[in-house]
């Protein structure tokens, strides 16, 4: 299993922008779908987004489509999440995980945890109004 640390985050106002970066010690990143999560408190962790190992496909959560930009650098082993227009409501511990299975899976899965073999430690967002 790999090890991944998150880090970008930080305090921002609303309409303010962040980017968190995950980078992973595994040499199988560049095999490995990487998703995003977030939890806040008293809640559930809930999706964000997901990359497939290629980069080409890219699932986002209603709440989040068209403001956060999910995006790869398999060179640099590492998967950022760009999140622009952020609300009160974004604000929540984000999770990187990723997903050793090399062949596609359907949308479904990428948005359940137990998908996912290895995750991050975390990094707090918070966003004031």
């Given at each position: 299993q790999g090890h991944l640390t998150e880090s970008g985050g930080g305090l921002v106002q609303a309409g303010g922008s962040l980017r968190l970066s995950c980078?992973?010690?595994a040499r199988t990143f560049s095999s490995s779908t990487m998703g995003w999560?977030?939890?806040a408190p008293g809640k559930e962790r809930e999706f964000v987004a997901v990359i497939t190992w290629s980069g080409l496909t890219t699932y986002y959560a209603d709440s989040v489509k068209?403001?956060?930009t999910v995006s790869r650098d398999n060179a640099k082993n590492t998967v950022y999440l760009q999140m622009n227009s952020l609300k009160p409501d974004d604000t929540a511990v984000y999770y990187c995980a990723a997903d050793v299975y090399v062949g596609l899976r359907s949308r479904f899965y990428y948005t359940m945890?137990?998908?996912y073999g290895d995750?991050?430690?975390g990094a707090q967002v918070t966003v004031s109004s």
């Amino acid at each position: 299993q790999g090890h991944l640390t998150e880090s970008g985050g930080g305090l921002v106002q609303a309409g303010g922008s962040l980017r968190l970066s995950c980078a992973a010690s595994a040499r199988t990143f560049s095999s490995s779908t990487m998703g995003w999560f977030r939890q806040a408190p008293g809640k559930e962790r809930e999706f964000v987004a997901v990359i497939t190992w290629s980069g080409l496909t890219t699932y986002y959560a209603d709440s989040v489509k068209g403001r956060f930009t999910v995006s790869r650098d398999n060179a640099k082993n590492t998967v950022y999440l760009q999140m622009n227009s952020l609300k009160p409501d974004d604000t929540a511990v984000y999770y990187c995980a990723a997903d050793v299975y090399v062949g596609l899976r359907s949308r479904f899965y990428y948005t359940m945890p137990q998908t996912y073999g290895d995750w991050g430690q975390g990094a707090q967002v918070t966003v004031s109004s």
